[in-house]
């Protein structure tokens, strides 16, 4: 008759075979994973690449820029759709008055640009375009979404025809003379410091050069032109604000 079992051996023919797997496991769980070290290592590496730049080819450092510009883009966007007085309203008003729903994901893109401008309104696609990386501020951002989203309230609401140099002149003036371009500090910043009429003379400025770009247009005359026929007008025409903020 045998004794009563020891709890060593409890359950095992075999206690050697028991105790070389309890060293083992001993072993496993003492020895690092390395693995998962190297995993950990090479996040740092590239972490601390992105901060300095250090160890990453050109390319890379200018996706890492590219996508950093990207992100504060698509932040400041979310937060001036959301409590931006202006760009609120403009939404709503254009909702409201042309029955089109502007989808800030497919409508507001923040994309890479050249550094001649902050952003545009393609006609094509109905949406606006803000230049990632070419705002110094978010109150710029706000002022040039405003103002595109201007362009694209005029689009809706009226038949624009943007080859004909007038229709383009009177959105161009409406935009810049609503949207905040032509604000006192802005026109500091581009060292302009007129004190008699400075709004009317940078939306006509202003107006002018953006009418100038325009493929139709065959010369800075004709731009000049086309403004100064429209300009009474649609300088006078506030909509849908009641007035120039």
């Known amino acids: 008759m045998s004794g009563p079992s020891s709890p060593l051996s409890a359950g095992s023919d ?100 050249d550094q001649t401008r902050s952003g545009g309104f393609t006609p094509e696609a109905g949406a606006v375009i803000l230049c990632q990386g070419n705002f110094w501020s978010k109150k710029h951002m706000e002022h040039t979404v405003t103002h595109e989203l201007v362009h694209m309230y005029d689009h809706c609401k009226f038949d ?14 409406r935009a810049n003379s609503l949207g905040g371009d032509c604000k006192w500090t802005r026109e500091i910043r581009r060292l302009f410091f007129n004190f008699s009429k400075q709004h009317q003379e940078c939306v006509r400025r202003r107006a002018v050069i953006s009418v100038q770009a325009n493929p139709a247009c065959p010369s800075r005359e004709e731009a000049e032109k086309a403004v100064n026929e429209v300009w009474e007008s649609c300088f006078n025409d506030t909509r849908p604000f009641d007035e120039i903020y």
């Open 14 to 113: 075999h206690p050697e075979n028991s105790s070389e797997e309890l060293k083992n496991n001993i072993q496993k769980a003492s020895t690092p994973n390395v693995n998962s070290d190297d995993r950990v290592l090479n996040r740092w590496r590239r972490s601390f690449g992105l901060l300095t730049g250090l160890g990453l080819t050109a390319e890379e450092r200018a996706d890492a820029f590219a996508d950093q510009q990207r992100q504060v883009c698509e932040r400041w966007k979310a937060e001036l759709v959301k409590y931006s007085p202006t760009v609120t309203f403009m939404l709503e008003r254009i909702e409201k008055e042309t029955g089109v729903k502007v989808s800030p994901p497919e409508q507001i893109l923040c994309l890479p640009c």
């Open 160 to 173: 624009v025809d943007w080859r004909n140099l007038r229709h383009h002149a009177c959105s161009e003036i």
